[in-house]
């Protein structure tokens, strides 16, 4: 078993997580402890809120849930695991459906929202 660990922060819509960035990934089953990544106050524009997430995943199991996903990815885009040793099966399966913006991901539901609420250009990616 390969297993990977990081601290990070998640973005969640209500309930929902729709995304997690991972800034230390490291191989085995401790992760390494990052400073400053406490709550962060609520982003009334997307309707959203960062929150602290630990996670430890096998990366030889197929991904299980959001941060499982995005520990992966950091871990990829970091060079820690080279690309094809880690299992991504189903990943697309696993990860929500997010409107990309210049302010970071929301709700799909919530983009008209977000856009009466910025007063300005709101740009969706």
Avoid: C
Avoid at 16 to 21: G, P, S
Avoid at 28 to 49: C, E, I, K, M, S
Avoid at 67 to 90: E, F, I, M, Q
Avoid at 95 to 116: F, H, I, K, Q
């Amino acid at each position: 078993m390969t297993s990977a660990a990081a601290h990070g922060l998640a973005t969640y819509a209500g309930d929902r997580i729709l995304d997690a960035w991972f800034p230390n990934p490291v191989l085995g089953a401790a992760a390494v402890p990052v400073a400053g990544l406490g709550d962060r106050d609520p982003d009334a524009l997307r309707g959203t809120q960062q929150r602290p997430v630990t996670d430890t995943i096998d990366l030889d199991e197929p991904p299980a849930d959001t941060p499982d996903v995005y520990l992966r990815l950091h871990l990829l885009s970091k060079t820690r695991v080279a690309p094809h040793a880690v299992n991504l099966d189903g990943i697309f399966g696993v990860l929500p459906n997010n409107a990309w913006t210049d302010r970071g991901p929301l709700d799909p539901a919530e983009v008209e929202t977000a856009r009466a609420r910025a007063g300005a250009p709101l740009r969706v990616t």
